[in-house]
């Protein structure tokens, strides 16, 4: 039956400045436009993606919500409404794509970052030198040398390390959730930034072989497109416990978009759905999680670093504890914002919790325990601006991940319509005449002008906090101060209210 | 493994048995198991039995729901008129109590009772919602791609709503979508949803009848290769009515097919096997067609992205901007492309036109799916080279850049200007890797 829920967006058309050169209607792929003697709109479709507004060449289409308004309700809102009268017509669950968009507090933007005055002086960053690089990797207790004072060198052995010219890396997003030419677009940016991208569960197309030294390869519980090859190339190895975004389940890559290319990649047969099971079926404790980590150290010959990624849940700290025990050289946490590709939306908007106490809470575990040395710490989930960076550095971080804001980067327009497969700007979609329109140069260009604007902006914050290195503000939570914040909230996130001096 | 009772009523088995033959062939290639109704009646018909009395109308559909119930399967009615009586009692049985115990009164008399375990279906709620497109499509042999199909879905596959909502009653789309399933496109027409106007004829209204159903052919014939339908009823309004308008002179020559006739012709039946020979109106042409058609297109597919080609056609967007229209109007390249999926693609190759793309990336920087006309017209180019066609100036250039690599020799200009030799030629090193191309004797494209 056609479905009775009203349009969301209405779609005005300026018929006196259209030309009808049908550019909207070519444009539009989730069949909002059409042409019938005139261009007319099919309001119900429309997702406000900006597709057919940007392109137009007269400027004649505004998308506007349609204020068809439901009756006044903070309890039974609009959204919650509508939720209904989809599954009413259904029965279903609601699918949705991006990260949760609901109004949870968010306390990056009740952290504030201080900065020097008169008697310890700043620093100008367009003057003196100023380092962004970091590096990810167990680190050792101690630090042992040989020879004398003319012919030192370091007796100690290090663990393997990979180096990130800036403390930001693409975060996880499979070939198949998006396209081939986003992924090669990450990847470029990747290497000329002298940072990483990850390939996500769907393996590494053949496309990337020249990014290697630049890609963090994925195992997760589907194990798709695993072999002793894809893990030796690679500059680290990451085993995906949990997503921000779906904490506790799995993932599903319809049949649909698996072409002859993701089949290979993924090494599946054409046409089948791709199923992540929720756990690995050999992880069900640490010592299983542990030989793991250890059977890939022994693949790849002990040259790369093994991260574990799991989603920021209550247990956190503890779990987080385990797999630094268990072996692994790196954890990577994601908060209850983190996106997906195709998540329940009952999953993605109400399980987890967020990253900043995350953080805080895994990073002041590790420490009482001792053994904070022997991991870096990987954040992401919804890290939305340079001072996001600054904020989670400063708690405890070794660096950032950023997936949302390289697709922004990239041309996505948050429609969150990425489980549909229609992705207008040829980002989350398999379709060849959708992937055509993402350039992968000009992407990569895209990608490397954000990284650059951030890094310099994380420079200047640095400069106005008297250091020259990302590296001496990490775990420097006395220089940030909460407002807003219950004491609670302070003692976990281990900082003092605004106001209060040492 | 799909069991289910066939329900044909009684127009089927009686005038139009080619139709049983289809449906059972069909269906039985898409594995389902079907079972006869023995002791089935009318089911019946509501224009003729209802004025009767209700309680006769929902007696005898009642009746042959309790027969269907004894089989344990789910009733399938690939008839219009049988599928909404059957449905409307069944659900009417449902939701009203009182009606029910009315009717079961008057069956146990003959030992039956209907307590609604069974259910009826459509033929296209079943193809569609129960088999499946992905099912269908796996079975598809020769697709419909090209062939445009109008679908008539008939008053009573979708009401009265208040039974039957397996679709909309006014803005239906799975029997659209059945048609897409097998390739062709579903048209899209103002005369979509008219009624065939075949209850006319039992209101003695014989012309009113024949005006109605003309309406229809009368869009149809302009903007389609054939209709499609499920229901007897309509088909004897389209195929024979039409056939007697043809004996009076007018030809509107419109194939009139049964869904499972073009489904089973999809799955690579012959047209014999499903005795489509007792149509009245000729489906010769319309099959030749098709044959052509897909033949033309498939090799059509071997050089080119189809759906690309399909899009690029239909936007157009970049004509207008093409520099070669403004000083040429009859450049038309989108005619060009019509011209190519439209069968013509020999024409095109050695038409003059495709010279007439100077190559100036205009249409592709205007293009939004990043296609542009130019992809196509270096094909076509490269075609016509390998015929050995192409503009005179054109062959000699080639001729010269084969023998030396280049396209031009220095001249005594350069003397003139002062300027050095310029650097020695790699004519000869580049002819041995073209000739290394052309002994692999592989395809020059990429």
């Known amino acids: ?502 | 493994m799909q069991e289910y009772t066939l329900f044909l009523g009684c127009i089927i088995p009686a005038r139009f048995p080619f139709m049983e033959k289809s449906t059972r062939l069909v269906l039985s290639q898409l594995g389902c198991i079907l079972h006869d109704l023995e002791g089935a009646t009318c089911c019946p018909t509501k224009s003729i039995v209802k004025p009767i009395g209700d309680l006769a109308w929902y007696v005898t559909a009642a009746r042959n729901l309790a027969l269907a119930q004894k089989t344990g399967h789910n009733l399938l009615v690939p008839c219009n008129g049988c599928y909404s009586t059957l449905k409307s009692v069944e659900v009417e049985m449902r939701v009203n109590p009182g009606i029910r115990d009315e009717v079961n009164a008057i069956l146990a008399s003959a030992g039956l009772e209907y307590t609604g375990t069974v259910e009826v279906k459509h033929l296209v709620e079943v193809l569609h919602d129960e088999i499946g497109l992905p099912k269908i499509k796996q079975h598809l042999i020769k697709s419909f791609d090209g062939m445009r199909i109008a679908p008539h879905y008939g008053c009573h596959m979708l009401r009265p709503s208040s039974s039957i909502t397996f679709d909309d009653p006014n803005k239906p789309k799975k029997f659209d979508a059945l048609i897409e399933a097998l390739g062709a496109k579903s048209i899209d027409y103002e005369t979509k949803m008219l009624c065939c106007g075949g209850n006319l004829n039992t209101a003695d209204e014989p012309e009113e009848a024949t005006a109605l159903a003309r309406i229809k052919l009368m869009e149809v014939t302009k903007k389609a290769d054939a209709i499609a339908l499920t229901c007897p009823s309509c088909f004897m309004q389209y195929d024979s009515r039409q056939y007697m308008m043809q004996k009076t002179g007018e030809k509107l020559n419109v194939p009139v097919l049964f869904y499972p006739e073009l489904l089973g012709l999809a799955m690579g039946l012959s047209a014999q096997e499903l005795g489509m020979d007792m149509h009245r109106i000729d489906l010769a042409e319309f099959l030749s067609k098709w044959d052509s058609k897909y033949k033309y297109l498939k090799t059509l597919k071997e050089v080119f992205d189809l759906s690309a080609i399909r899009k690029c056609y239909e936007c157009a967007a970049c004509v207008n901007d093409c520099p070669v229209v403004k000083v040429n109007p009859d450049f038309n390249p989108n005619e060009i492309i019509g011209r190519l999926l439209s069968g013509e693609l020999e024409a095109v190759t050695g038409s003059h036109n495709i010279w007439q793309c100077v190559d100036c990336y205009t249409c592709y920087e205007l293009c939004p799916q990043k296609m542009g006309m130019n992809k196509i017209f270096d094909k076509l180019k490269h075609m016509a080279i390998e015929k050995g066609m192409g503009p005179k100036g054109f062959a000699a250039s080639i001729e010269m850049f084969r023998k030396d690599g280049r396209l031009g020799e220095p001249t005594s200009m350069r003397k003139k200007l002062k300027l050095a030799e310029p650097p020695k030629s790699g004519g000869e090193e580049l002819k041995k890797l073209l000739d290394h191309i052309n002994n692999k004797g592989e395809e020059n494209e990429i």
């Open chain 1, 1 to 502: 039956m056609e479905s009775q829920l009203p349009a969301e967006f209405i779609v005005n058309i300026n018929h006196e400045r259209c030309r009808k050169c049908k550019r909207c209607v070519i444009n539009c792929s989730f069949s909002a436009i059409e042409f019938k003697d005139k261009v007319t709109a099919n309001n119900r479709q429309c997702v406000a993606c900006h597709r057919c507004a940007t392109f137009c060449p007269e400027n004649a289409i505004t998308i506007i919500h349609n204020p068809l308004d439901y009756k006044d309700g903070y309890n039974w809102s609009p959204e919650i409404r509508k939720n209904i009268l989809k599954q009413a017509e259904s029965g279903g669950i609601i699918l949705t794509g991006m990260g949760n968009p609901r109004p949870y507090p968010i306390y990056w933007d009740h952290m504030l970052i201080d900065a020097c005055q008169v008697t310890n002086p700043s620093i100008d960053p367009l003057r003196e030198p100023m380092e962004l690089r970091t590096y990810l990797g167990a680190k050792p207790e101690a630090l042992e040398f040989e020879g004398d004072i003319d012919n030192i060198s370091l007796k100690t052995e290090l663990a393997p390390q990979v180096k990130l010219d800036i403390p930001i890396v693409f975060a996880a997003m499979s070939y198949g959730a998006i396209s081939l030419n986003a992924h090669k677009a990450l990847a470029m940016a990747a290497k000329r930034m002298g940072t990483l991208m990850n390939t996500g569960e769907g393996g590494l197309h053949e496309d990337l072989a020249g990014y290697t030294d630049r890609i963090i390869v994925q195992v997760a519980s589907g194990r798709f497109g695993v072999t002793s090859k894809y893990l030796n190339n690679s500059a680290l190895v990451e085993i995906k416990i949990g997503q921000g975004a779906k904490p506790g389940i799995g993932g599903h890559l319809p049949g649909e978009k698996v072409g002859e290319d993701i089949s290979k990649t993924r090494m599946i047969p054409v046409g089948t759905d791709a199923l992540s099971p929720a756990p690995h079926h050999d992880i069900y404790s640490i010592e299983d999680l542990s030989q793991l980590i250890y059977a890939i150290k022994e693949t790849t010959d002990y040259k790369k670093p093994v991260s574990v990624k799991i989603a920021a849940v209550h247990n956190v700290a503890a779990i987080a504890s385990g797999i630094v025990r268990a072996g692994a050289d790196i954890v990577m946490i994601d908060g209850f914002r983190g996106g997906t590709g195709a998540a329940p939306m009952v999953i993605r908007d109400h399980v987890g919790i967020p990253i900043e106490l995350a953080l805080a809470a895994v990073d002041d575990r590790l420490r009482q325990e001792g053994i904070r040395n022997r991991a870096s710490i990987l954040v992401g989930g919804s890290i939305r601006q340079s001072a996001d960076v600054v904020k989670a550095i400063a708690l405890g971080a070794d660096a950032c991940v950023i997936g949302t804001a390289s697709l922004i980067a990239m041309g996505c327009r948050v429609c969150q319509k990425c489980y549909t497969g229609n992705c207008a700007w040829g980002i989350a979609t398999q379709k060849p005449e959708l992937v055509r329109r993402l350039n992968p140069e000009v992407g990569a260009d895209r990608l490397c002008n954000l990284l650059t604007a951030w890094g310099h902006e994380i420079q200047e914050v640095l400069g106005s906090l008297g250091i020259n290195a990302i590296e001496s503000l990490r775990g420097s939570r006395e220089r940030l101060r909460g407002v807003g914040l219950s004491q609670e909230t302070l003692d976990i996130l281990g900082i003092k209210h605004a106001g209060i001096g040492q």
